[in-house]
């Protein structure tokens, strides 16, 4: 059974940074891409990063390019966001997908999900 496990969210004030967490299990996850997707209140879940555990590539939106960091720990089976420079923007829900498609940014391709962990950036 494929398990998803988010941490790492909190609440930081404008400028600062978190580091989000995910760890994976349930699967041997070498072919296959890491995202991370975030869902503010009253707004449409976006894609904000993925990575491919094969060998590292990566994506970005263009909203969080040179402020967030996608990496991944193989030994770990760990996904990491470690996102600088926060802005209240940056406030919403952050979940870890899992996906067979390695280049899609489209949530409906990601087939596992964890339940998501809050990050809130006050002014």
């Known amino acids: 059974q494929v398990q998803l496990v988010e941490s790492g969210g909190g609440l930081v004030q404008a400028g600062g940074s978190l580091r989000l967490s995910c760890a994976a299990s349930?699967?041997?996850?070498?072919?296959?891409?890491m995202g991370w997707f975030r869902q503010a209140p009253g707004k449409e879940r976006e894609f904000v990063a993925r990575?491919?555990?094969?060998?590292?590539?990566?994506y970005y939106a263009d909203s969080v390019q040179g402020r967030f960091t996608i990496s991944r720990d193989n030994a770990k089976n760990t996904v990491y966001l470690q996102m600088n420079r926060l802005k209240p923007e940056d406030t919403a829900v952050y979940y870890c997908?899992?996906?067979?498609?390695?280049?899609?940014?489209?949530?409906?391709?990601?087939?596992?999900w964890g339940q998501g962990t809050q990050v809130t950036v006050s002014s």
């Open positions: 349930g699967r041997t996850f070498s072919s296959y891409a």
């Open positions: 997908a899992s996906t067979k498609n390695i280049v899609t940014m489209r949530g409906y391709e990601y087939d596992y």
């Open positions: 990575i491919r555990w094969s060998d590292g590539d990566t």
